[in-house]
């Protein structure tokens, strides 16, 4: 089975995806939080790329540390202009590590810069979004990552 | 005030805010995402975009109130305001951000302070706005009515 998550597997045992949105605006978070919990997911929020990655137990200080958190992300949204680490390098250090790379990484960013675009998803980005979110777009994101895996 | 007429006032007033180009389809998005589970999402998203972007507009007349101005400083705060007055649907805030942005790359310090001036102006303009909408909201519910959908 692919660990692409959002699978048809859950969906049969009746899991709710659980998400985890990064985002150093308040604003934002909350609209990006309750965007997926209209389609029915469970949101975890960071506000920043260190939170993030502590929350999935890969903080620089939690190495070979085992973290519950982990295993129960099926997605990951992060904003792309972050101070201290960018939504591009939060991307990176989710795709270096063993137990996260197959959990896919949405970016989004109010930015529409062609290269920045093609750097996200050469560098392993599902997608990449336009901020502000609509709900059509959150419920494309879902439907295109049921499709994945299943 | 009878409901129905406060409610003609309500969708009126609404309609006026989209033709002037205060709200634009974002504030929409925000309104559908409203339901029973989070009947006060508006009034919270909104309420934190005031809290916010009063503290963003402080820090920035401080920043471009230096000896030697932080334009990277000046620059990261209006993007975040920009970001913020785009998610809720504040058109001419984000708008008056987007020129605002392009002063701070030419270090311009005139031009940083024309556009915190109008940032302003809209900013307080939207905020009174959205306030009467809020109190017409209210007034509404007090008399018993439900809020009209308004396309």
Same mark, same amino acid.
């Given at each position: 089975?692919?660990?692409?998550?959002?699978?048809?597997?859950?969906?049969?045992?009746? #899991?709710?995806?659980?998400? @985890?949105?990064?985002?150093?605006?308040?604003?934002?978070?909350?609209?990006? #939080?309750?965007? !997926?919990?209209?389609?029915?997911?469970?949101?975890?929020?960071?506000?920043?790329?260190?939170?993030?990655?502590?929350? @999935?137990?890969?903080?620089?200080?939690?190495?070979?540390?085992? +973290?519950?958190?982990?295993?129960?992300? +099926?997605?990951?949204?992060?904003? $792309?202009?972050?101070?201290?680490?960018?939504?591009?390098?939060?991307?990176?250090?989710?795709? #270096?590590?063993?137990?996260?790379?197959?959990?896919?990484?949405?970016?989004?960013?109010?930015?529409?810069? *062609?290269?920045?675009?093609?750097?996200?998803?050469?560098?392993?980005?599902?997608?990449?979004?336009?901020?502000?979110?609509?709900?059509?777009?959150?419920?494309?994101?879902?439907?295109?990552?049921?499709?994945?895996?299943? | 005030?009878?409901?129905?007429? @406060?409610?003609?006032?309500?969708?009126? $007033?609404?309609?006026?805010?989209?033709?002037?180009?205060? !709200?634009?389809?974002?504030? !929409?998005?925000?309104?559908?995402?409203?339901?029973?589970?989070?009947?006060?999402?508006?009034? #919270?998203?909104?309420?934190?975009?005031?809290?916010?972007?009063?503290?963003?507009?402080?820090? @920035?007349?401080?920043?471009?109130?230096?000896?030697?101005?932080?334009?990277?400083?000046?620059?990261?705060?209006?993007?975040?305001?920009?970001?913020?007055?785009?998610?809720?649907?504040?058109?001419?805030?984000?708008?008056?951000?987007?020129?605002?942005? +392009?002063?701070?790359?030419?270090?311009?310090?005139?031009?940083?302070?024309?556009?915190?001036?109008?940032?302003?102006?809209?900013?307080? !303009?939207?905020? +009174?706005?959205?306030?009467?909408?809020?109190?017409?909201?209210?007034?509404?519910?007090?008399?018993?009515?439900?809020? *009209?959908?308004?396309?």
């Amino acid at each position: 089975m692919d660990a692409t998550c959002l699978s048809k597997d859950m969906a049969d045992h009746g #899991e709710v995806p659980h998400v @985890l949105a990064v985002d150093d605006n308040l604003i934002d978070r909350k609209l990006v #939080e309750k965007l !997926l919990k209209n389609s029915s997911c469970k949101v975890t929020t960071a506000e920043n790329g260190l939170r993030a990655l502590e929350y @999935l137990g890969l903080g620089d200080d939690q190495q070979n540390i085992s +973290n519950d958190n982990c295993s129960k992300i +099926n997605l990951i949204i992060t904003d $792309y202009c972050m101070p201290g680490m960018t939504g591009y390098e939060l991307l990176k250090k989710i795709k #270096e590590s063993s137990m996260m790379r197959e959990v896919p990484v949405v970016i989004m960013s109010s930015e529409n810069i *062609p290269t920045r675009i093609n750097k996200c998803l050469e560098g392993g980005a599902q997608m990449f979004m336009l901020k502000p979110l609509k709900q059509s777009d959150v419920k494309k994101l879902r439907c295109q990552l049921m499709n994945v895996g299943s | 005030m009878e409901v129905g007429q @406060l409610q003609e006032r309500f969708v009126d $007033y609404t309609k006026s805010l989209f033709c002037e180009g205060f !709200l634009d389809d974002q504030f !929409l998005q925000l309104q559908q995402l409203q339901d029973e589970s989070n009947p006060d999402f508006v009034v #919270e998203v909104v309420s934190l975009f005031f809290e916010d972007s009063e503290k963003l507009l402080n820090d @920035l007349t401080k920043t471009l109130d230096q000896q030697f101005v932080d334009y990277k400083r000046v620059d990261a705060q209006v993007h975040q305001l920009k970001g913020s007055s785009s998610s809720i649907g504040a058109q001419r805030v984000k708008n008056a951000c987007i020129g605002f942005r +392009n002063f701070c790359e030419e270090q311009n310090i005139e031009g940083c302070l024309r556009c915190l001036h109008q940032v302003k102006q809209e900013y307080s !303009l939207v905020k +009174n706005k959205l306030q009467t909408l809020f109190r017409l909201e209210q007034q509404i519910v007090a008399a018993g009515g439900a809020i *009209p959908m308004v396309e």
